[in-house]
């Protein structure tokens, strides 16, 4: 079993900051890509960054220059940290794992239960 804990959510004001993280854990063989979406009350489930293993990572034009993601490997943790933060930020965000449990299968996505982001004054 694999899973993805998420930390870092909560309230805060526009132009604030704030810093996501999942770790991802259980029977993991190898990870390709892990990243962070987000769905608003309404809206459907959107790409917020992605960064797949030894490459570059990939924004949603809404938040590059502002949001920046990144990995540390040897955790198995991608972080997000979100500043210049907009009411139009809110949502919950949710971590994405691309990952093998064994090198028999094929790579899957797995994903975290969602922690709750508020922008607002």
Same mark, same amino acid.
């Given at each position: 079993?694999?899973?993805?804990?998420?930390?870092?959510?909560?309230?805060?004001?526009?132009?604030?900051?704030?810093?996501?993280?999942?770790?991802?854990?259980?029977?993991?063989?190898?990870?390709?890509?892990?990243?962070?979406?987000?769905?608003?009350?309404?809206?459907?489930?959107?790409?917020?960054?992605?960064?797949? &293993?030894?490459?570059?990572?990939?924004? !949603? @034009?809404?938040?590059?220059?502002?949001?920046?993601? *990144? /990995?540390? $490997?040897?955790?198995?943790?991608?972080?997000?940290?979100?500043?210049?933060?907009?009411?139009?930020? &809110?949502?919950?965000?949710?971590?994405? !794992? @691309?990952?093998?449990?064994?090198?028999?299968?094929? *790579? /899957?996505? $797995?994903?975290?239960?969602?922690?709750?982001?508020?922008?607002?004054?």
């Amino acid at each position: 079993q694999v899973q993805l804990v998420e930390s870092g959510g909560g309230l805060v004001q526009p132009g604030g900051s704030l810093r996501l993280s999942c770790a991802a854990s259980g029977s993991i063989f190898s990870i390709y890509a892990m990243g962070w979406y987000r769905q608003a009350p309404g809206k459907q489930r959107e790409l917020v960054a992605r960064i797949t &293993t030894g490459g570059s990572p990939d924004y !949603a @034009d809404s938040v590059k220059g502002r949001f920046t993601i *990144s /990995r540390d $490997y040897a955790k198995n943790t991608v972080y997000l940290q979100m500043n210049s933060l907009k009411p139009e930020d &809110t949502a919950v965000y949710y971590c994405n !794992a @691309d990952l093998q449990t064994s090198p028999l299968y094929r *790579s /899957r996505n $797995y994903w975290g239960q969602g922690t709750q982001v508020t922008v607002s004054s």
